[in-house]
Each structure stands twice: as C-alpha cells, then as structure tokens.
C-alpha cells in the first residue's frame, strides 16, 4: 500500500458515485459529506459527515481541509491523518477499535441512493 502525500482532487458532487479514485475527496455540500478511499491505498471507503462536533471543511478554491484528522481505527489499516490544504499529513496508526463507527442516517441514505 501506497500513503498518499497529496491529494489528487477535490470533487463536489450531490450523488457519490459507485466506485471511489484514490486520492480524490468527493464532498456533497447537499448532504453535508465527504467520502474518499483511504489515503493508505487500502481501498475503504472513509466517510466524514460534516456538523457541530463533526468534521469541518475548508476550501479556498484551490486546497481543501478537513478537521479534525481522519482516524480509521475500525478499519484494519488503523490509518491516522490530517488533511491539510490538499496534503496528507500523516499521524501514528489509531489504536484499534472493535465495533465501527456508527454510521449516520444521512450515510445511510446516501449509500441507498447510489445503489439505484
Ligand atoms: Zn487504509
């Protein structure tokens, strides 16, 4: 597996589509979302809802961010990063965690959209 340093692009997008490129963040301002194939290479998808207490973006028409880092402990990577202005800064692995994260509603919507 590969860790990515950069981003490769930022796609705005209502719908997510079916299968992720590496190294692209598609965010969905409609439902508050982002989702991007694990920057490790691992290929699972990462979804970060965005909200109060949740992750934020920052896109200033060129780099985007995202806080705060992005932490795959349910995933068996248990890749740990920052997204910072397109760039991947990269954190100790995230001790790992049994049950996944609880998905939300609105993932859960998504995902049923892009299934028709
Ligand atoms: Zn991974």
Request: aromatic content about 8%; overall charge positive; charged content about 25%.
């Amino acid at each position: 597996m590969t860790r990515r340093r950069q981003l490769a692009d930022v796609v705005f997008t209502t719908v997510i589509p079916r299968g992720l490129d590496a190294g692209v963040l598609y965010v969905s301002i409609e439902y508050a979302t982002a989702i991007h194939s694990c920057m490790c290479g691992c290929g699972r998808e990462v979804v970060t809802p965005f909200g109060r207490g949740s992750w934020r973006i920052c896109y200033d028409g060129e780099g985007i961010s995202l806080s705060p880092s992005v932490g795959n402990g349910a995933l068996p990577c248990r890749s740990h990063y920052f997204i910072r202005d397109s760039r991947i800064i990269w954190l100790d692995a995230e001790a790992p965690r049994s049950v996944p994260e609880p998905r939300s509603l609105l993932w859960r919507l998504l995902r049923r959209l892009r299934k028709n």
